[in-house]
């Protein structure tokens, strides 16, 4: 049996294992994990640290950097933002696709403060300061 059989065989009992410090860790629900199981683990406690690790060093994904962008860009529209401006000659000023929110505050707001935290919010995510003209029928995303 192969590690990786091993490691399917485990989770599909619903067995977590992972690997902590260099030790074997395991989750178990009751009754999952046989002695015939246990065995096979201790036999290849080792592999499959080295399985484990290897498969958590390979997984991470490499840190979101912000793209390199002047202002006044004019870029492609994803397939989704691509769906939504169609969406949107069809129906124009529809707010089918918006989601509506309530926030209760209690107490003095300090409004200086409210608007300071919401510029912030804006100027890091730049979805929030796209829009999308149209030129020849063809929609562009514009990043302020």
């Known amino acids: 049996m192969t590690i990786f059989t091993l490691i399917n065989k485990v989770h599909s009992r619903g067995i977590r294992l992972w690997e902590e410090k260099g030790q074997l860790k395991l989750k178990t629900p009751k009754g999952a994990l046989t002695d015939d199981l246990r ?11 080295a399985f484990l690790h290897q498969l958590s060093a390979t997984a991470k994904a490499p840190p979101i950097e912000p793209a390199e962008r002047s202002a006044g860009d004019n870029l ?66 514009v990043i302020a």
């Open 39 to 49: 065995e096979q683990l201790l036999a290849n406690k080792d592999d499959i640290i």
């Open 76 to 141: 492609p529209l994803s397939f989704a933002q691509e769906r939504l401006w169609f969406i949107d000659q069809l129906e124009p000023g529809s707010a089918g696709y918006n989601i509506p929110g309530a926030v209760s505050v209690s107490g003095a707001l300090d409004s200086a403060r409210l608007e300071q935290v919401l510029n912030l919010i804006i100027a890091r995510h730049e979805t929030l300061r796209t829009h999308f003209p149209s030129r020849d029928g063809k929609a562009r995303q």
